[in-house]
């Protein structure tokens, strides 16, 4: 198979997610249950707005069913699923017969009209099978009990399907079941077992795309992007991880995405940065479910560096006067949503956000040291949460009011 779907700026291959493979598969069940034919690739656009050329494997047909499978490719990106078989089993439930489906199919296309105009619908229901994992705490996409396939891969599945029940004139009800073979053994590298996700891997995916980079190229970049404020006149931007603390910073605080650089998850780097550059001072904006970690003195947020959330919830609820059992409910927390309702709960939210603060102020001054003003808000708008530093707000204020420097 040809694999060559793009690069990133940085000359890495880019790769496609496990929800497109689950999405390919499924259609291209679809496609061969309904007409009856046999097909080695599948045409797939992503939510990326890249199109996809997946090559079919294993097929297996029965008379009311087809089942097939399209390999995982994750380019430059290090991914313990790469190589795997993401299958998808596609079958009729109301029994309606392959010659009535082929009389549909000759109605639209004698009568000249759009696929989609003269028949209902078809009802898609989506399982997960074996090798995909069971959501068994809350907290997550999925309800406690359903398979672990997020919200963007069920609706590339059930858009692709949807789009060959129109075009053969099926309006009856299908089923699509998700497998991975293999799955239940790889999750164990990952982080599902903590997250309470169990006996299998989660089907993911935004974009349909994996997008790698090297972490060369992106503190680079981030460098990169602050230098170029700097060089503009300003001594002070705003420094977030990404899309969230973007939408954040337009949504909440109105402030000037022009003086805002995004960080992922190198937050120490870009302090450094800052040094480096003059800066005087830099406004961190990030989600509670990264930026906590800062608590702790963590300056790259990624999980496989350290994760240490409930760790530091949990000593900082102790601080507050919650018990041992509190404690121990936090540290079993699989985010910091659900931790946050067990604070709110026992009515000491505030005062741990409060201290969280205080203790992250800390060590982000020891990583700036005496020349650079460093700032941070934290938030959590599903929890309805927003934390600041002391000096948080006229920074912000001297970054969206103040003039431009030499």
């Known amino acids: 198979m040809n694999h060559d779907i793009g690069t990133t700026r940085s000359g890495l291959r880019l790769g496609y997610t496990t929800g497109s493979c689950a999405a390919g598969a499924a259609k291209a069940a679809a496609l061969m249950l309904l007409s009856r034919e046999e097909i080695s690739q599948i045409r797939l656009m ?24 399209v390999r995982k490719y994750s380019g430059d990106d290090p991914d313990v699923t790469d190589g795997l078989l993401v299958f998808a089993r596609v079958e009729r439930e109301n029994g309606i017969s392959a010659s009535v489906i082929h009389k549909n199919q000759k109605a639209v296309r004698d009568r000249g009209l759009a696929e989609n105009s003269c028949i209902s619908p078809a009802k898609i229901r989506i399982e997960g099978g074996s090798g995909v994992g069971r959501v068994t705490r809350p907290g997550l996409e999925q309800e406690i009990g359903q398979a672990a396939i997020n919200k963007v891969p069920r609706q590339m599945i059930r858009d692709g399907v949807r789009e060959i029940c129109q075009k ?35 089907v993911l995916g935004t974009t349909g795309i994996v997008e790698p ?23 002070r931007c705003i420094v977030t991880p990404g899309n969230y603390g973007s939408d954040f910073l337009r949504e909440e605080l109105s402030a000037d995405l022009r003086l805002c650089v995004k960080c992922s998850n190198y937050v120490g780097e870009a302090i450094d940065f800052a040094k480096l550059l003059g800066m005087k001072g830099i406004l961190l904006v990030g989600h509670m479910g990264k930026f906590i970690k ?6 790259n947020t990624h999980s496989r ?27 079993n927390c699989i985010n910091t949503s659900e931790a ?41 708008r599903e929890d309805r949460i927003t934390a ?10 001297e970054i969206t009011e103040g003039e431009k420097e030499t």
Do not use: W
């Open 213 to 235: 980079m090297s972490e060369k190229a992106l503190t680079d970049t981030i460098y990169l992007e602050m230098k170029m404020i700097r060089e503009s006149g300003h001594r």
């Open 388 to 397: 600041k530093t002391s000096g948080a707000e006229k920074l912000l204020r």
């Open 46 to 69: 992503t939510p990326k707005g890249i199109e996809l050329y997946l090559d079919i494997d294993e097929i297996t047909r029965g008379e009311d069913y087809v089942e097939c499978a």
């Open 294 to 299: 800062l608590a702790a003195g963590v300056m």
């Open 305 to 331: 560096q350290a994760d240490c959330r409930m760790e530091v919830l949990a000593a900082h609820a102790a601080l507050a006067g919650a018990g041992q059992k509190t404690v121990e409910r936090i540290m």
């Open 168 to 202: 053969y004139g099926y309006s009856g009800s299908i089923k699509v079941t998700v497998s991975i073979p293999g799955g239940e053994e790889t999750a164990k590298k990952t982080f599902n077992p903590r997250l309470g996700i169990v006996n299998g891997l989660s």
């Open 340 to 380: 946050a309702a067990v604070l709110r709960e026992k009515g000491i939210l505030q005062p741990v956000l409060q201290t969280v603060m205080e203790r992250m102020e800390f060590y982000l001054r020891q990583r700036a040291g005496d020349e650079l003003t460093v700032e941070a808000v934290m938030f959590s």
